[in-house]
């Protein structure tokens, strides 16, 4: 019989990269959430419209608010800063998708105006080694459309 453990992700922050740090969101990242999350250009290619101010604040209490993942069905999701200027340059999710199947998904968005340096596959390359060796995961799913060129042009 497979023993159960529990399964948890509580990552300490910040996260580091080699030039990044992963963080949790607040208010005062809300303009530079609001520089790419209103764009239209950046909503055609992930699950969402453009938002307003009151929406990241909304967001930012409610589902972005999370330091944690307890469960399946939860997401966290992290401020991509880099680390020698402090700017907030986008976001990487991870969502708990199935405890039984030990998967999750990937999830990231960074502003245009930071586009090409590489920070999106360091910060998801962080935020997989977060769900494969702190939270168990053995399957990951990243997905992107495949009119996306900065999401699936090789690297």
Same mark, same amino acid.
């Given at each position: 019989?497979?023993?159960?453990?529990?399964?948890?992700?509580?990552?300490?922050?910040?996260?580091?990269?080699?030039?990044?740090?992963?963080?949790?969101? !607040?208010?005062?990242?809300?303009?530079?959430?609001?520089?790419?999350?209103?764009?239209?250009?950046?909503?055609?290619?992930?699950?969402?419209?453009?938002?307003?101010?009151?929406?990241?604040?909304?967001?930012?209490? !409610?589902?972005?608010? +999370?330091?944690?993942?307890? &469960?399946? !069905?939860?997401?966290?999701?992290?401020?991509?800063?880099? +680390?020698?200027?402090?700017?907030?340059? /986008?976001?990487?999710?991870?969502?708990?998708?199935?405890?039984?199947?030990?998967? /999750?998904?990937?999830?990231?968005?960074?502003?245009?105006?930071?586009?090409?340096? /590489?920070?999106?596959?360091? +910060?998801?390359?962080?935020?997989? /080694?977060?769900?494969?060796?702190?939270? !168990?995961?053995?399957? &990951?799913?990243?997905?992107?459309?495949?009119?996306?060129?900065? +999401?699936?042009?090789?690297?």
């Amino acid at each position: 019989m497979r023993e159960e453990r529990q399964l948890q992700l509580r990552p300490i922050y910040p996260v580091r990269t080699p030039r990044l740090l992963l963080r949790p969101l !607040g208010l005062d990242d809300v303009d530079a959430l609001l520089a790419y999350r209103s764009r239209p250009d950046v909503c055609r290619y992930v699950p969402f419209n453009p938002l307003s101010r009151e929406a990241v604040i909304d967001r930012l209490a !409610g589902p972005w608010a +999370a330091t944690a993942l307890t &469960d399946e !069905g939860q997401s966290l999701t992290l401020g991509i800063e880099v +680390a020698e200027t402090g700017k907030l340059v /986008g976001e990487v999710m991870v969502f708990w998708r199935s405890r039984e199947h030990c998967s /999750g998904e990937l999830g990231y968005a960074v502003n245009p105006d930071f586009a090409g340096r /590489g920070y999106a596959t360091e +910060a998801a390359r962080a935020a997989l /080694g977060l769900g494969f060796d702190e939270l !168990g995961l053995n399957a &990951d799913c990243t997905g992107s459309p495949p009119v996306s060129t900065n +999401a699936t042009r090789p690297r």
